[in-house]
T-cell receptor, first 111, second 115 residues
């Protein structure tokens, strides 16, 4: 079992719809979770962090965490073509708190 | 913009050569982590430097080495380049402890092609 798993997609949604991106993790003691957005040919950009069970909202983005199910998700409301990117889920591990990433979900928002 | 800079942006080398990649961390950050990202994959942790000392290492061979300088900038050196070393190399900086240490901001990356 991979430490962090994401559906690789690709995921396509129409403009204005809600995009739902999912991530599961294997280490039950994980406490922090991050979502990065990566445009093609660019580096990852931090968009959300979440530490507590429940929802955390930031503009059109909502992160959801369920530690009992070892599941974290990212919802993008009113999706725009500019949201088309690969979304990476990351969990800190080890003494250095290095980030362990999923393989990413490629999202395409269709105009 | 994260304030993390990397150089060069692109690099082409041949198998067996050596390469040095550079990173300047965000102001106020004392921790630099290096990652390798192959096409279609998530970034893989290479190592981390904290206050000029290696603070953790991923599953990479010893020909991947690094340094951190007193101003917290960092270098990644790769010796005896192999074709599989072709990837995007990412530097991330963070500061403090706990959640601040975990919150990492990436530079633009260096794309390395080994022929």
């Amino acid at each position: 079992q991979k430490e962090v798993e994401q559906n690789s997609g690709p995921l396509s949604v129409p403009e204005g719809a809600i995009a739902s991106l999912n991530c599961t993790y294997s280490d039950r003691v994980s406490q922090s979770f991050f979502w990065y957005r990566q445009y093609s040919g660019k580096s990852p950009e931090l968009i959300m962090s979440i530490y507590s069970n429940g929802d955390k909202e930031d503009g059109r983005f909502t992160a959801q965490l369920n530690k009992a199910s070892q599941y974290v998700s990212l919802l993008i409301r009113d999706s725009q073509p500019s949201d088309s990117a690969t979304y990476l889920c990351a969990v800190p591990r080890g003494s250095a708190r290095q980030l362990t990433f999923g393989s990413g979900t490629q999202l395409t928002v269709l105009p | 913009e994260t304030g993390v800079t990397q150089s060069p942006t692109h690099l082409i080398k041949t198998r067996g050569q050596q390469v040095t990649l550079r990173c300047s961390s965000q102001s106020g950050h004392n921790t630099v982590s290096w990652y390798q990202q192959a096409l279609g994959q998530g970034p893989q942790f290479i190592f981390q430097y904290y206050r000029e000392e290696e603070n953790g290492r991923g599953n990479f061979p010893p020909r991947f080495s690094g340094l951190q300088f007193p101003n917290y900038s960092s270098e990644l050196n790769v010796n005896a380049l192999e074709l599989d070393d072709s990837a995007l190399y990412l530097c991330a900086s963070s500061g403090g402890t706990g959640r601040r240490q975990e919150t990492q901001y990436f530079g633009p990356g260096t794309r390395l092609l080994v022929l």
